[in-house]
């Protein structure tokens, strides 16, 4: 296409390779649009613009070529020389291909002519440095790479194939996206290239991976023509199940608008340019005849393809003639396109036609401009303005960088700093119809320029996928880990492609396909499912459960029977079995068994630092008094019986004061310790937060574990010395010893005792002190039976037997028996 003004020709161009519709179709917008500018007058007065038209056969040598011939105005090119007159070149209008575009743009950036392709969409071009001269009314591959991974993460896609032509369309963008998809957390499963040149073993290897791969999800960076084996291969195959996302190079092709194809592509989602409406070009497409548009050197080849027949021609054999003629394949002319319903006349779908349309309006908004300049506030040196007769490439450049203005859609046509309109991009849902043929269904679009989160828009309602399946497809290599579950993944594979490894007892994960398990605070425990958090159980030894009701029970009841002894005592206080062995002792060793079991009642209920000081010390000292009491009655058992020895020296030993004494030092030294364990480090009250799953243990610390260790040491060590003492002096006379049950008591003492530490060391919780209140109830029972329950027999059951002559009856049978 070119531009006339005042008689002189100044030209552009742009291709048709080989007759196909669409493209013809484009080409008639141009023209469509010249005539509406010539016709108009307002935006170039007093110029008409004209155009040259070039068929590039859709080959880098064609479009080389095409450029050379007119840059220099010789079919022969000569480069750096030019005859053509003295009508200035605009601009170039084209290529459509991005393969060919980029021939072009190195050719003519090299002399500054401005360049714009309605439909080149590679990155490359984007590149200022290489293509300076190179312009477009189409987006960039960039943000088709932006979009289309944008599109995969909206849906949840993870895992998905690529095909791409090889070349710079294909192999730019599909890198460009794979970029994107793994920067978002996508794997792609295959990355094929789809050869220009097509042989079997190519497309026999894509079809097998295809097969093969598990990716639900395919991307399609292709031409529709390069395209076409592999997919025709795919569709014989019976390949379904797949969703292909398409992309804008192909996005409404009509090759693929077949039968043969309606199974594999239903429900394609492809992306494309946007659409426009063109007033009055369907009338304009409609008034195209072989006989009225003579220069149009297509038109008759348009006339046969859209009528399906043939003109008649010289060289036609006579039998071909007449087999057309018979069947009615001749054209005539006569045939009406408008009773024709086919793609080339809907006015509703005009995509890449209506940039080629508002393409040559750019061009004619930058003429007007440099029309409309005035000397001295023009762009170039001292204020200049550019010559509209005689401009030179790079002028006319400058003017067409800084076009802006409304197209008849109302949006805004302008350059970014890369040559590109930034200009968002529909979303299409090829749905089938009845009459096996796509329709193409507008379900969202996708704008680079939005925030975040807005920068794409789906319809999911209107979508139809494959196999008429209700919502989207999940196209994963593994599947999604729950919450409860982390991923683990797999040596080799993608990151995509793990197992789900449950996340240990102590740790959750709230969220799908969480890398790591979490911890809960302290205060919290994972749930059941390892799914979130909740609030420990707080665990004490408390009077509302069974087992603390239990041990206070029997503490109570345990309290009562050294209570009960006691009165039975001190009710016999005069009777020679009560006097026997120092009956203060006994009374005093009463009195301590009875709070020996009322202090097991301290260990039970909310620990605080008052309670875990109290019943330690407390245990500990009552339980010394107990042995100290037992250990004296053995000294005085065994100093007594010597004492009756003639000339004995334990004589002046025998009396109240060294029980006492005895009892009173052994417990002084317990009290020491205990005091100078409150005063170095007592124990407190303290929450263990991890010593027990998903328990909170109120418990007492020990504070200093060496001065517990020593109470309890410094009590096994007078029971061991009471055990050996009595063992000693158990045959001793029966009328004054007790020795007998003391060894058995001490014996019962000291086996519980050993039995207490490493089951103490074993158990948590409040099960730490069950254990200890159990060893105190067994070792307090064990001493009060050995001791007393043979005493209270004989008082309460057997008085006939406490009596003195009883007693010394039975000592001298004893004696005699001794002898």
Same mark, same amino acid.
């Given at each position: ?720 010395? &009471? @055990? =050996?003492? +009595?063992? *000693?002096?158990? /045959? ?8 007998? #049950?003391?060894?058995? $008591? ?8 050993? &039995? @207490? =530490?490493? +089951?103490? *060391?074993?158990? /948590? ?8 209140? #159990?060893?105190?109830? $067994? ?9 007393? @329950? ?30």
């Amino acid at each position: 296409m070119g531009v006339l003004g005042q008689g002189q020709e100044m030209c552009a161009f742009t291709y048709v390779a080989g007759l196909q519709l669409l493209i013809y179709q484009q080409k008639h917008a141009m023209l469509f649009a010249l005539e509406e500018i010539n016709r108009n007058g307002t935006l170039v007065p007093n110029i008409t613009l004209g155009f040259w038209l070039y068929d590039s056969c859709d080959t880098p040598p064609g479009s080389l070529q095409g450029a050379m011939w007119q840059l220099t105005g010789h079919k022969d090119p000569i480069p750096n020389y030019t005859c053509r007159g003295t009508s200035p070149l605009a601009a170039v209008l084209g290529d459509g291909k991005s393969r060919t575009s980029i021939t072009l743009a190195q050719l003519l950036g090299v002399y500054k002519h401005a360049q714009i392709s309605y439909a080149a969409s590679v990155a490359t071009l984007s590149d200022k440095s290489r293509f300076p001269s190179f312009l477009r009314t189409t987006q960039s591959d960039e943000y088709q790479s932006l979009g289309i991974a944008r599109l995969i993460t909206f849906f949840g896609w993870t895992w998905i194939g690529i095909l791409a032509e090889d070349s710079d369309y294909g192999q730019i963008g599909s890198q460009m996206l794979k970029e994107e998809l793994i920067k978002a957390g996508v794997c792609v499963a295959f990355h094929e290239n789809i050869p220009l040149v097509s042989s079997q073993v190519n497309i026999q290897h894509i079809l097998e991976v295809v097969k093969k791969m598990t990716a639900r999800v395919i991307v399609v960076f292709s031409t529709g023509v390069n395209l076409y084996q592999v997919m025709l291969e795919i569709a014989k195959s019976d390949i379904s199940g797949k969703v292909w996302i398409i992309s804008d190079s192909l996005s409404t092709s009509s090759t693929y608008n077949v039968k043969e194809f309606s199974k594999t592509l239903k429900g394609s989602i492809a992306f494309s340019v946007p659409t426009g409406k063109i007033p009055r070009f369907k009338d304009y497409l409609y008034d195209l005849h072989p006989f009225r548009t003579t220069e149009d050197i297509f038109v008759r080849q348009y006339w046969e393809k859209v009528f399906g027949c043939r003109w008649a021609d010289p060289n036609m054999d006579q039998a071909t003639l007449q087999e057309l003629s018979r069947k009615g394949q001749l054209c005539t002319g006569k045939e009406d396109p408008r009773t024709l319903d086919i793609r080339f006349f809907d006015m509703t779908n005009l995509r890449y036609t209506y940039n080629a349309y508002y393409t040559v309006y750019v061009v004619a908004h930058a003429l007007h401009a440099m029309h409309s300049c005035k000397p001295g506030e023009g762009p170039f040196f001292n204020g200049s303005c550019g010559d509209i007769k005689h401009f030179k490439p790079w002028q006319i450049l400058h003017y067409i960088w800084k076009v802006h203005f409304q197209n008849p859609m109302g949006q805004e046509i302008f350059f970014d700093q890369k040559g590109n309109q930034p200009v968002p991009y529909d979303i299409l849902n090829w749905h089938l119809s009845s009459s096996d043929s796509f329709t193409y269904v507008n379900i969202g679009h996708y704008d680079s320029r939005a925030a975040s989160g807005q920068d794409i828009k789906i319809n999911i309602s209107a979508i139809v996928w494959h196999d008429d399946y209700t919502q989207a497809p999940v196209s994963t290599c593994s599947e999604s880990c729950g919450p409860g579950f982390r991923k683990a993944s797999l040596d080799g594979q993608p990151v995509c492609c793990f197992d789900c490894i449950p996340c240990s007892e102590d740790e959750f994960s709230n969220q799908t396909d969480a890398t790591d398990c979490m911890t809960c605070p302290d205060d919290q425990w994972p749930t059941k499912r390892n799914d979130g958090c909740q609030e420990k159980s707080i665990e004490f030894l408390s009077y509302q459960e069974p087992l603390g009701v239990t041990l206070a029970v029997t503490s109570v009841l345990g309290a009562l029977v050294p209570a009960a002894i006691l009165a039975v005592f001190i009710w016999k206080h005069h009777t020679p079995l009560v006097k026997a062995n120092n009956r203060e002792l006994s009374y005093l060793l009463l009195l301590a068994l009875f709070l020996c079991f009322g202090c097991s009642l301290v260990f039970i209920g909310h620990p605080t630092n008052l309670v875990c000081m109290v019943r330690q010390i407390t245990f500990g000292v009552v339980f010394v008094i107990c042995i100290s009491c037992l250990l004296a009655k053995t000294i005085i058992v065994t100093i007594a019986f010597k004492a009756t020895k003639p000339n004995s020296n334990l004589r002046s030993w025998v009396g109240p004061q060294l029980p006492s004494t005895l009892v009173l030092a052994c417990s002084l030294i317990q009290v020491l310790i205990c005091v100078t364990w409150l005063i170095v480090a007592p124990p407190f009250s303290q929450m263990s937060m991890k010593s027990q799953m998903g328990k909170i243990i109120f418990e007492c610390n020990e504070g200093s574990l060496i001065a517990f260790w020593c109470m309890l040491g410094y009590m096994g060590l007078l029971a061991a010395i &009471s @055990f =050996i003492v +009595a063992f *000693l002096a158990r /045959r001793l006379p029966d009328s004054f010893n007790e020795a007998k #049950f003391i060894t058995f $008591s001490m014996l019962i003492f000291i086996a519980v005792w050993l &039995s @207490f =530490i490493p +089951a103490y *060391l074993s158990t /948590r919780g409040k099960y730490t002190v069950a254990v200890e209140i #159990f060893a105190i109830l $067994s070792s307090s029972a064990g001493l009060l039976g050995c001791i007393f @329950f043979p005493k209270c027999y004989i008082i309460l059951i057997r008085p006939e037997m406490n009596t003195k002559e009883f007693l010394m009856g039975k000592t001298t049978g004893n004696l005699k028996n001794a002898k």
